[in-house]
């Protein structure tokens, strides 16, 4: 069983849409939660931290659920520029990375 | 803001070449990490360091050594580059003294083994 686990996708969806993305993790012991964005043959951004009473910036919402070990994202309004892949991070000082999902928002 | 730079962006080199990554950071940060990042299998930690002249093997440690000689300084180092090492390099880093471990990456380095 992989450490974390996502949803590949693609999720294809419409300008405007709200999509949400789930990741599951493993190790009871983590500490550290984050979505991480990364564009094509570019390196990760942090997006956003994610804490139990979950947090929102802007158009985007994280929420962590640590008794069923998930932890998600929302995006409301998608906008084009939201096409991206994002990861799902979890850990303590060393952090684990999922493979990410990815985000296609048409026009 | 948070700088990572990384010697190379694009790097050929042939088969039992001798390879340095080099990483630099600029904030002081304790912890530094060198991945690996291959289509459909995500980011896969190398090595990390907590500290200058510290290292610890990550999930894939083989093939690789590192070098940290000074804080800022993170280097990945191919002792005989092979084939199956051809991939997209990032290193990264992140600071203890906060309340999390969020780690700043560089804009990596695409290496191809002939």
């Known amino acids: 069983r992989k450490e974390v686990e996502q949803d590949p996708g693609p999720f294809n969806v419409p300008e405007g849409a709200t999509v949400a993305f789930n990741c599951t993790y493993s190790?009871?012991?983590?500490?550290?939660f984050f979505w991480y964005r990364q564009d094509c043959r570019k390196e990760p951004k942090l997006l956003m931290s994610?804490?139990?009473s979950g947090n929102e910036d802007g158009r985007f919402t994280a929420q962590l659920n640590r008794a069923s070990q998930y932890i998600s994202l929302l995006i409301r309004d998608s906008k084009l520029s939201d096409s991206a892949t994002y990861l799902c991070?979890?850990?303590?000082?060393?952090?684990?990375f999922g493979s990410g999902t990815r985000l296609q928002v048409q026009p | 803001d948070v700088k990572v730079t990384q010697s190379s962006r694009y790097l050929v080199k042939r088969t039992g070449e001798k390879v340095f990554l080099e990483c630099v950071q600029d904030?002081?940060?304790?912890?530094m990490f060198w991945y690996r990042q291959d289509p459909g299998l995500g980011l896969r930690l190398i090595y990390f360091?907590?500290?200058?002249?510290?290292?610890e093997k990550g999930d894939i440690p083989e093939g690789y050594s590192v070098s940290r000689e000074k804080k800022e300084r993170f280097s990945l180092i191919l002792e005989s580059a092979s084939t199956n090492q051809t991939s997209m390099y990032l290193c990264?880093?992140?600071?203890?003294?906060?309340?999390?471990?969020?780690?700043?990456f560089g804009p990596g380095t695409r290496l191809t083994v002939t």
């Open positions: 990264a880093s992140s600071d203890t003294r906060g309340q999390g471990y969020e780690q700043y």
């Open positions: 190790n009871s012991a983590s500490q550290s």
């Open positions: 994610v804490y139990s």
């Open positions: 991070v979890v850990g303590r000082r060393a952090l684990t």
């Open positions: 904030m002081d940060h304790e912890n």
């Open positions: 360091s907590y500290d200058v002249k510290m290292k």
